[in-house]
């Protein structure tokens, strides 16, 4: 099984709605991250978390907030999608030297 | 200028060949420095970390650092085509665990 879980796998939404996207690890991990992915941009650090009670904006946290439900699950939540928001979603782990894993990602579409 | 800057390619390269992969970085106090393998629409893949000056080899892949030049390498001998996929630098810096990506190498590798 992999260690680090994300669903939806795909989803489609219209703009204004709201959507949430799911992270599950077996890692043991404290540390979690959400990043989006565009094309030609790279990987960009939406929110991050060191533990169930420690959550931190990145360089891109407008529009999007999280929950940190336990220290295996951490969600991304999208208050009112909108059509930029369109890009694929990935969820990490991190260990203390500063390894990511990754999950499979999230491909997200906003008409 | 970008925290981690590559050149985006695509670097081609004959099978068998040796790839060299190159990346820059601009803050000083980065102490961790990871490449990570990406095929087209999945999640990326940890291949190297590398923490101290000199080469750290793995199998048919060297990661090479110098700090002083704030440069970062990864060779990959004997390329296969199954190398073809973007490469994405990564830089950490200091205790926050926040890791910097470049925007990727995408390489080729033809047989």
């Known amino acids: 099984d992999a260690d680090v879980t994300q669903t939806p796998r795909n989803r489609i939404t219209k703009t204004g709605k709201r959507i949430m996207l799911e992270c599950s690890q077996t890692k043991g991990h404290d540390r979690m991250y959400w990043y989006r992915q565009d094309p030609g941009l790279g990987l960009q650090l939406i929110y991050y978390?060191?533990?169930?009670?420690?959550?931190n904006k990145g360089e891109i946290s407008d529009g999007y907030s999280v929950s940190r439900q336990a220290q295996a699950k951490f969600s991304l939540s999208l208050e009112s999608a909108i059509p930029n928001q369109t890009a694929l979603y990935f969820c990490a782990t991190t260990t203390e030297s500063g390894e990511q894993f990754f999950g499979p990602g999230t491909r997200l579409t906003v008409l | 200028q970008k925290e981690v800057e590559q050149n985006s390619g695509p670097l081609s390269v004959p099978e068998g060949a040796i790839a060299s992969l190159n990346c820059t970085y601009s803050d000083r106090v980065s102490q961790s420095f990871f490449w990570y393998r990406q095929y087209s629409g999945k999640s990326p893949e940890l291949i190297m970390s590398?923490?101290?000056?000199g080469d750290k080899e793995d199998g048919r892949f060297t990661a090479q650092l110098n700090k002083a030049s704030q440069y970062v390498s990864l060779l990959i001998r004997d390329s296969q085509p199954s190398d073809s996929a973007t490469y994405l630098c990564?830089?950490?810096?200091?205790?926050?665990?926040?890791?910097?990506f470049g925007t990727g190498t995408k390489l080729q590798v033809i047989p």
């Open positions: 590398i923490y101290s000056n």
């Open positions: 990564a830089a950490r810096s200091g205790g926050y665990q926040k890791v910097t």
């Open positions: 978390s060191f533990d169930v009670k420690d959550i």
